[in-house]
């Protein structure tokens, strides 16, 4: 340890310990702490160490309990100050991009740093050397700091709108790039009025800067190139906000317009920048646009026949989307690392159309409503802001924010499309279910069917005007009421139904929109996070393994939450005190059937372990398994040995990872709230006798013999 706080002495040691292997996990310890950073960040301004420092500072921060964040705020506050301090437009920008990223250190540190980009973040002018690209950059970074920590709260979104309306003539690219950004994040996020889009006419030169002044031949020259720069990405920008506009509209006319506007500025992104990202959003734009053409007003508006859509083209598009490389960031626009869902986004979208297509009785209404919804997931997943965080090891993406398309004709086809999927689920189980279900799944596909008629119905319908009162005659779930809201003639066909069953439907339902959304919520990240991380020591987590084992966990994270939320009327069986093992059973057997492994997802698989699983999932070349259990003790799961142990037998020949969902059942001690979802997701580590390497098992925990909320003491 440095004996006292020496600068000269501890810029010495840092050097040295950042030269060759990676800095020992005792370096701030050996330093002086906390004080020693601070002492030294003074110095570090335009210093290239100053980068590796700011690293050191985030590994640390993320090694202090969350509980403690007060700590290490003195010093970290000094290196980010540093990093705003420093002229030199590398170091500068990338040490924004960690401290803006970083969910930590922006915890720590965010409202410091906002305050400071939003000051630095001024248009570049062309006195005092603004317009240097030193300058430029620099500017352009702390716009797009304070843009990030706008989304999570931490800096004034009026005061960053603010700044879009000091922009008064055309910029350099980089900087027209941040404003680009910030007002297609703006749009996504916010739903501003339309002038927040007015900039971007001045960047581009449709609307004339106002100097007051003729101005000068040589600014004349400089704007018709920054102009000429901007173009690209503001066109990119304003045919996705047009996008977004269409997702959020309720009319097939309205829809269209938005579209056509959407095409128009998509066109000219392809012509002046040859995009990949930009043909295939057309693609799909197009194919949305033929289909609402399509729809005919007489008899024939039911014939799939009539539409004006070339099923080998959407096929070809696809196939497309699965060759490009879509890691790559267009427009220089924000997006996460969402290859997997934006391609699985256009294989189903071309399946769904080669599946209509040969279905010439589905009504068009209902395909165009089936397209929306896989446009609605291509653009959620292409679309999300990212902000990374993570340790020192590995960047972990977490989704904090995803596009606002939260009403409209969008969320009414994704509706649609989740009673589509489910029916057909529910078809597919009584198929090759036991005459023990049997009965129980014919009432559940009626009522599935019948309703399934009637949204199909309530999208072909004239809608109510606004204002108009009506009686209404059928009491619906929410979830229903909402998409029949606007058609109450529609719902009367489903007075008949009794509300028992549609309220089973409407779980049904939920349950397939919470294990299909593509962002889960912060809790749900921070507690997958949480565990991935107790999982990074494990010698098998590695490769493929590593998104497969995310994906399940992220499954049953969901299903967990899901259940901690679910009414009596939804899920009986968690407020019947003699529930059993096959409750739990058939409930996650459902959820991870209906999901992305419905295809992979078996039961009672015999010979593992030299035993029976009680669901496996397979991957190619490996497979993960889930033991289920019904607990009726007040023993902490952790505390289970025999259940982990036994969790980890099924991993005696295949990969050293396993999951453990127990149903708890143990009488309430008091009246007393439900336990938080991050106390229902734990992980432990499984020493083998004579064995090298341990087995790592995750459990999660189900609430049973529960009680309502309206009784809790």
Not at 634 to 640: E, Y
Not at 680 to 697: C, D, L, M, Q
Not at 704 to 713: E, H, I, L, V
């Amino acid at each position: 340890m440095v004996d006292t706080l020496d600068s000269a002495v501890i810029l010495a040691e840092l050097r040295s310990a950042f030269t060759g292997a990676e800095p020992p996990s005792d370096l701030l310890q050996d330093l002086g702490g906390w004080d020693a950073i601070r002492t030294i960040a003074p110095n570090l301004v335009d210093d290239p160490l100053l980068l590796p420092v700011a690293y050191l500072v985030a590994r640390e921060v993320a090694a202090q309990a969350e509980d403690d964040l007060e700590s290490p705020k003195s010093a970290t506050t000094a290196v980010a100050v540093a990093v705003l301090d420093t002229s030199d437009p590398g170091i500068f920008a990338s040490g924004v991009e960690l401290f803006c990223g970083d969910a930590l250190l922006s915890r720590v540190v965010g409202n410091v740093i906002a305050a400071r980009c939003l000051a630095l973040a001024t248009p570049p002018a062309g006195e005092d050397e603004g317009l240097t690209e030193a300058s430029v950059i620099r500017r352009a970074a702390a716009l797009e700091g304070a843009a990030r920590l706008a989304i999570t709260g931490r800096a004034s979104k009026n005061k960053l709108l603010g700044l879009l309306e000091d922009v008064q003539e055309p910029q350099p690219r980089r900087y027209a790039q941040a404003v680009t950004r910030t007002v297609e994040m703006a749009f996504d996020h916010w739903l501003p009025d339309d002038n927040v889009a007015d900039v971007i006419d001045i960047l581009t030169g449709v609307a004339a800067p106002n100097y007051g002044e003729v101005p000068r031949d040589e600014v004349v020259k400089r704007n018709e190139k920054y102009c000429k720069d901007a173009m690209p990405d503001a066109e990119w920008t304003l045919a996705n906000i047009a996008v977004g506009k269409a997702l959020r509209l309720t009319s097939a006319t309205g829809i269209g317009l938005a579209l056509d506007s959407a095409l128009k500025h998509l066109t000219t992104v392809i012509a002046l920048d040859d995009r990949d990202d930009a043909e295939l959003l057309r693609a799909a734009v197009v194919l949305l646009r033929k289909l609402l053409l399509s729809l005919p007003t007489g008899e024939a508006s039911f014939d799939a026949a009539n539409w004006d859509i070339e099923l080998a083209d959407a096929q070809a598009v696809a196939a497309r989307a699965g060759k490009l490389n879509l890691d790559r960031k267009g427009l220089n626009h924000w997006s996460g690392d969402r290859k997997i869902a934006v391609l699985q986004g256009w294989n189903r979208l071309a399946q769904d159309l080669a599946f209509l297509k040969d279905q010439l009785s589905r009504d068009s209404i209902y395909a165009a409503s089936m397209v929306m919804d896989n446009i609605v997931a291509i653009y959620s997943a292409s679309h999300a802001y990212d902000i990374k965080c993570g340790t020192h090891e590995a960047q972990r993406v977490v989704d904090v924010v995803r596009p606002a398309i939260a009403g409209g004709f969008g969320a009414r086809a994704g509706l649609l499309r989740h009673l589509s999927d489910h029916t057909d689920f529910l078809r597919g189980r009584l198929v090759n279910s036991e005459d023990a279900e049997a009965a129980d799944l014919r009432e559940r596909l009626a009522t599935a069917e019948q309703v399934l008629k009637a949204a199909r119905e309530s999208l072909v319908a004239s809608q109510e005007p606004p204002g108009k009162q009506y009686e209404q005659v059928v009491d619906l779930p929410p979830l229903l009421a909402d998409f029949f809201d606007a058609t109450p003639a529609v719902a009367e066909a489903l007075e008949s139904v009794p509300q028992e069953e549609l309220g089973r439907l409407v779980a049904d339902i939920a349950d397939l929109q919470a294990a299909t959304e593509l962002d889960p919520d912060l809790t749900v990240t921070k507690t997958r996070q949480r565990i991935l991380t107790a999982l990074a020591s494990a010698e098998d987590f590695c490769g493929d393994v590593v998104p497969a084992v995310t994906a399940v966990l992220d499954q049953l994270i969901k299903f967990v939450r899901q259940r901690l939320n679910s009414q009596k009327s939804w899920k009986s069986y968690q407020f019947n005190p003699d529930a059993n093992e096959h409750d739990l059973h058939v409930d996650l057997y459902e959820w991870l059937s209906q999901g992305q492994f419905g295809s992979s997802t078996n039961v009672e698989v015999q010979e593992v372990g030299a035993g029976r699983a009680d669901i496996q999932i397979q991957f190619a070349g490996f497979h993960l398994y889930l033991e289920l259990k019904v607990d009726r003790t007040s023993t902490a799961v952790v505390d289970k040995t025999a259940y982990i142990k036994q969790t980890a037998s099924y991993q005696a020949s295949d990969v050293r990872i396993g999951f453990l969902v127990v149903l708890r059942m143990a009488p309430l001690k008091s009246r007393s709230p439900s336990a938080h979802l991050t106390e229902y997701v734990s992980h432990a580590s499984v020493p083998i006798k004579n064995g090298e390497t341990e087995r790592h098992v995750v459990m999660l925990e189900i609430p049973g013999n529960q009680t309502n909320p309206s009784r809790a003491r």
